[in-house]
């Protein structure tokens, strides 16, 4: 019991990060656990009818009686390595990812991500021929299209930041984005055409939404607030925000507006000397901002 306290604790006080990592984990554990039991009593493969019923098929008629799988497919794993794999490249892209930008764009991110890989997954596999045989018995499974956009998305906003890579030395991250995306294109008539197509459709979400955020725009602000009134909506506690206003400084929208984007020059300010010297080279007080600005 003390090991469930413990993994309750570390879900309760994780980052966003951690809880998508702990999520992925107990959907993999619950769906092999209800496959045994489904197994004992009849002998089949309990695990994959569970699976059948969670991952997203290309198939329009199937799709229209399961559409929860547009959300289930992006945190369902079949196979223990695929699990192990995609929960490596999520801490990893994560962990970069909200070094600069917060929490709420990050899952946001994932779920987009993952819707947008799921769509274009759709869309190619019937629009293009080739894929006629295939689309009235494919399904989509896994983390990797919410994963790679949270990747692609890091790497968009700090192109030049640098990783130590085993046997590799110092890597910038917009080289191991453009590795991932090349290995995808030149995967698809292989295997798991599929899953690659996803890939490259949660990337494209990454890349639009750091450009369009660098110029000001996040598309991610109407989905971030449907998510926290949907969480406030099933939880148990209500919170109560105290705002104190403090005479006189009450701000008006074009002030408001103003102060927004001299904030966001002095942080594209600090990123491209990110870039050009490394985050070694920020002084105290710019790494100090960066942390804060982050938090935001």
Do not use: C
């Not at 109407?222 to 099933?234: A, C, I, Q, V």
């Amino acid at each position: 019991m003390n090991i469930i306290n413990d993994l309750k604790h570390q879900f309760k006080t994780g980052t966003a990060l951690i809880k998508l990592i702990f999520i992925n984990v107990a959907v993999f554990v619950l769906v092999h656990l209800i496959g045994l039991f489904i197994f004992f009593f009849t002998g089949s493969s309990g695990a994959s009818l569970v699976v059948s019923w969670l991952a997203l098929p290309s198939e329009l008629s199937q799709l229209i009686f399961q559409p929860w799988t547009f959300i289930s497919y992006m945190f369902l794993h079949q196979g223990l390595m695929h699990l192990l794999f995609n929960m490596l490249v999520l801490y990893f892209g994560g962990q970069i990812f909200m070094q600069f930008l917060d929490e709420k764009k990050l899952v946001a991110t994932y779920l987009l991500g993952g819707f947008a890989g799921g769509l274009v997954y759709i869309i190619t596999f019937n629009i293009f021929p080739v894929f006629n045989q295939l689309a009235p018995v494919s399904i989509l499974l896994g983390a990797s299209a919410s994963v790679i956009a949270v990747l692609i998305a890091a790497a968009t906003y700090v192109p030049n930041f640098t990783v130590r890579l085993l046997f590799l030395g110092n890597v910038r991250l917009k080289y191991i984005a453009i590795f991932y995306l090349v290995l995808d294109l030149i995967s698809i008539p292989q295997n798991n055409a599929g899953g690659h197509i996803s890939h490259l459709g949660g990337a494209l979400f990454g890349f639009l939404f750091i450009t369009q955020l660098k110029k000001g725009k996040d598309i991610t602000l109407g989905f971030s607030k449907w998510l926290n009134y949907f969480k406030h909506l099933f939880s148990s506690k209500k919170n109560i925000r105290v705002v104190y206003k403090k005479p006189g400084k009450t701000k008006t929208d074009e002030e408001y507006n103003k102060q927004k984007i001299l904030h966001q020059k002095k942080v594209d300010a600090i990123l491209d000397k990110i870039a050009k010297s490394g985050y070694d080279s920020l002084s105290k007080d710019e790494k100090a901002f960066l942390f804060d600005a982050s938090k935001k």
